[in-house]
């Protein structure tokens, strides 16, 4: 990036008083951003829409917004105008935008617009620790010790994976734990962003012609570009592969290749739920604590009031305890019904599959 300072992250960033916002409607990318800078002191909050972007822009300061370009509804772009344009804290606030497609035109575009600059996606570690400690406030910079950022004995599981390059994979963590974690997280959307695609395409492929500005061919180019990055960033380069052709195809309205890709696509798809399941066995074996009902239905319940939130820190182990309880009943679908839904932050589906295990756990 032009203007980086990258003298400043010498020794790691620490910024422990600044707070930025992460605006993407990719529950993984928000999930990484907030794992790369766990060390770092900064405080991430998160938006899953322009609009929720707006809400918290205009009761909220934020030192640094980082900002996807391609979402459902609002995009970036308009949801960085609307900012810039209200009466509140965030005017004048460096906007980030984060976008998978960069090319001369984008860099063009996004000066025009008036961002302060733009991150590639996956965002990699260094270049996002660089961009922050060239927008943070010159007072809330600090360094702190290379020690921090030691990554000795990063070495992935000995797993080899059909069309997972480990290699790619590292680029984008800092540490084993967080590409593992982030690669359980793609798994577990693995149905569910398959089942929303799948929703859309139902929807136009009998059409005989189609319009790039069709509201349904906009929704699915806009998710198969998630899908796309979700799988650059966890290393799947032939999904990542598919998925770039069939983004391209919904952008110009082309009925024929999409028709001809995305069957292709999906089965490819679908097939790492269970490719990537060895690489989490242990997770897998339902059993560890007792089921003890009380205990179950106040996991269940925590969770449901922490997703309302968006919680995540509270989210996420309480969805390791449910997860780890050794049920009464055959509840492992279910299970990772739940646990999908909390990997993609979504409310809805998150209670739908409580109240269901809810539902079952009362019986006993």
Not at 51 to 71: N, P, Y
Not at 97 to 104: C, M, Y
């Amino acid at each position: 990036m032009d203007g980086i300072n990258s003298a400043k992250t010498e020794s790691g960033l620490y910024a422990p008083g600044a707070r930025i916002l992460v605006v993407d409607d990719n529950s993984m990318n928000c999930k990484l951003v907030k794992s790369l800078l766990k060390k770092t002191g900064i405080e991430v909050a998160e938006a899953f829409s322009g609009q929720e972007a707006l809400s918290r822009t205009g009761s909220e300061k934020f030192d640094v917004i980082l900002m996807d370009h391609m979402m459902p509804g609002m995009d970036g772009i308009e949801a960085f105008r609307k900012i810039r344009a209200q009466d509140g804290p965030n005017r004048t606030a460096p906007v980030i935008a984060l976008t998978a497609n960069p090319d001369t035109d984008a860099r063009e575009l996004y000066t025009k617009e008036g961002f302060s600059c733009f991150l590639k996606k996956p965002v990699k570690p260094a270049h996002l620790e660089q961009v922050l400690a060239d927008f943070l406030p010159e007072d809330l910079v600090e360094r702190y010790s290379p020690e921090q950022k030691k990554e000795e004995g990063f070495n992935p599981e000995d797993h080899s994976i059909e069309g997972l390059d480990w290699d790619f994979a590292k680029i984008h963590f800092t540490d084993k734990d967080t590409m593992l974690e982030t690669i359980n997280n793609f798994r577990l959307m693995i149905r569910r962003d398959s089942g929303r695609l799948q929703a859309f395409y139902e929807e136009f492929k009998y059409m005989n012609t189609a319009s790039p500005e069709d509201y349904v061919m906009s929704e699915y180019r806009v998710l198969v570009h998630s899908m796309k990055s979700s799988a650059t960033l966890v290393g799947i380069i032939p999904l990542s592969g598919l998925a770039f052709l069939l983004e391209k195809a919904a952008s110009a309205g082309d009925l024929e290749t999409i028709r001809a890709l995305h069957d292709v696509f999906i089965r490819n798809w679908n097939s790492y739920e269970e490719k990537l399941a060895p690489l989490f066995e242990k997770e897998n074996e339902q059993g560890g604590a007792e089921f003890d009902k009380e205990v179950f239905i106040g996991h269940l319940d925590k969770l449901m009031d922490a997703s309302e939130m968006l919680d995540v820190d509270t989210m996420d182990p309480e969805a390791k305890a449910i997860m780890g309880t050794s049920l009464p009943w055959d509840g492992k679908e279910d299970v990772q019904t739940l646990l999908g839904a909390v990997a993609a932050l979504d409310i809805v589906a998150i209670n739908s599959a409580a109240v269901k295990l809810k539902a079952e756990a009362e019986k006993m």
